[in-house]
């Protein structure tokens, strides 16, 4: 057990929060001894009145100490560690906060290293305890000798093995810096801290705090010097030079170069796929310069014999032009296809944006070339290359995404969710399956809490804040105020932000207006999808030909029978849908359930029922009963429905069963005279009895590539894993 030990004094604005950021500890074996030093104000009432909103098995781990007169926290503390009953002593002001993980982090890391003495770095706050943007640094070891010249453990940072330091140690000198003279007197007896370099403490510091004033600082080192560690004059004033330096070094150079560092650190791994594409025109300037440039320049001779002369000859600029028209048209298409978004996408999806970078760029760069040559040059050299480069590009997605996962550890994540507690449920369990990237800290309701009470949440630690599920004037409020301190926020966007996402900025007047329309790629962007659609279902038709050849063998052989009719029935069943305008029409697949079941949709493409890319083709009766239970499920018919799309790749599918339930309950409610507007407001809001989750997730995914699809993003679907297949 963990005994944690504040001293309560003046502290009735603080100590319910601190008190809270114990209870909110992730680590839960601990006790709590507050004592007042018989503090003048309402301390002791806030902290009774805060036990009794706690839990009665929560409380009963808290105890206040009233001691009968002020003695001062070297003593109030002295009276925490006689009291404390576990095994490990941890100290904490009455002003300060703890990340949630503070003690679970701390004794993993008193673990790890075998230690007895375990401080942590900690950020500095503002008189709300809202963090500056300042931290401390802490070396990994620290010895008595080295403590002398540096002061850089925090109290409320410290945890303390009572099975390694003896308990009569971590009691305080009645002189001030108490703190400090105890650290120094447990070093001094053989013991090394151990100091981890995460900052898990909130330090409360006003701008016109004792601490911060220099002159009182020297004052009190140099007293330590004398009368704690007994050094000599001549000591404490080469300990004193040697302490100054450090502070200034660390408040000057750490601050201005370090962070910094920290700084080109981030900018170095975040442009991690540039350094890639260079590498990328590395190989190519090889295939320059070895092969194509000979050709380019060399006699050019036709083939019956008519002597063209020799070609181009480039000196070194001409040659860095080539070179970085190359790279910049490579940067475009891998930027556009999401194969510069380290840390953003998955590594298989950044993997996916290269190779659409690389194959179209090598396409572009070979006419280019054969143009210059006046005839179709070598395409084996080229084609060896885009292999190599794409292996080099598998190599660098997953090596980044390493990189990038190293140097921007897992951020405090904060959930503000609305009243669908599905749609909450679902998106934390999301988070949580990426720990290497979130760490959800708390989940917060917005309708239980008063928006002055999250926005004061929003500015704790936390690496970013999700808002998901809320609507109108709290989401609004909540934005802006992210927004205007500075505060990372992911929106789990409903269906009025997806539909803005394809609206456009109109310049005409004095005032921005955006302009919404059904989203319509130009027309000769639909003749390349179209023909994109017929090429690859005809070329997956051939390369599938052996699967179509076996199902229907077999499924030949097992429905033999005959059906009503008279006939003999086909393996292949055919499905009334809605297409592209609500237009109804049909899609075929085997009837049988295995692998391959919808490869004769690919019919279906090359007759122009379907797309390639699309959203996925619903029955009939499965789409007219979403459409009852919430409109905007026939915005997903603005395109034609598709083989594969972006709903399917994710593994997202509509589930009829929830349809007809919920198209029920809508039938119900209004039968039941429920007021119209009051049915139109819970539609606005995504309320889960106008669409459960996975239909209305299925529905966002589906209108995101309604907004945006055009025929790279249809490869790029293609190629990131789009053949996945629905789970059971």
Partial sequence: MISII???YKAENYIADTIRTVVQQTYTDWELLLVDDKSPDHSCEMIEKTLEDLPVETADRIHLIRKEK?????R???????AAKGRYIAFLDADDLWDPRKLELSLSYMEKYHAGFVFTSYYFGDENAHPTGKRTRVPRTLTYEKALSRTVIFTSTVLIDTDVVAKNL???PDIGSEDTAAWWQILKSGVTAYGLDTPLAIYRRPAKSLSSNKGTAIKRIWNLYRNVARLSAAGSAWHLVQ????????????????????????FITVRLSVLGLILQTVLYAILWFRIYYPIVSGPRISQDGYNFGYGIKLYFRGHLLILLIYFLVLLFITRANGGMKTGYHRPAAVFTGLVIGIASTNLITYAQLSLMANWLLPAIPIICLSVVQVLLALLLAYLSDAIYRHVFPARDTLFITGEDDDLAGHVVQSFETRQDRFRVMRVLHAGQKPLAELEEECLRWYGCVVICGLHGRVKKELLQFCYGHYIRVYLVPDVSDLLLEGSEQMDLFDTPILELKEYSIRWELRIVKRLFDIIGSAVAMAVTSPVWIVRCIREGDKGKGEDQKGKAESPIEEIRILGQGGKKTVCHRFRKD?????????IDVLAGRLSLVGPQPLPASLQENLMQVNQDYFYRLRVKPGYTGYAQKKGIFYREEDAETENQISAAESSAGQPVEHQTENKAAGSSRFGSFENQNALKMD???????????????????CSRKKKQ
């Avoid at 209108?703 to 894993?721: E, N």
Wanted: aromatic letters at 10%.
């Fill in 594 to 602: 295995g692998f391959g079941k919808s490869l004769p949709m690919l």
């Fill in 703 to 721: 209108l995101s590539y309604v907004q945006h699809y055009t025929p790279l993003l249809d490869l790029r679907i293609l190629l990131d894993g």
């Fill in 6 to 8: 504040v001293p309560v």
């Fill in 76 to 82: 109030a503390r002295n009276t925490g560690v006689d």
């Fill in 243 to 266: 302490w100054a330096f450090r502070a200034t070094f660390r408040r000057v150079i750490d601050d201005a170069v370090v962070n910094h560092m920290e700084s080109f650190k981030r």
């Fill in 170 to 172: 971590c009691r305080m």
């Fill in 70 to 74: 002020n003695e001062g926290a070297a």
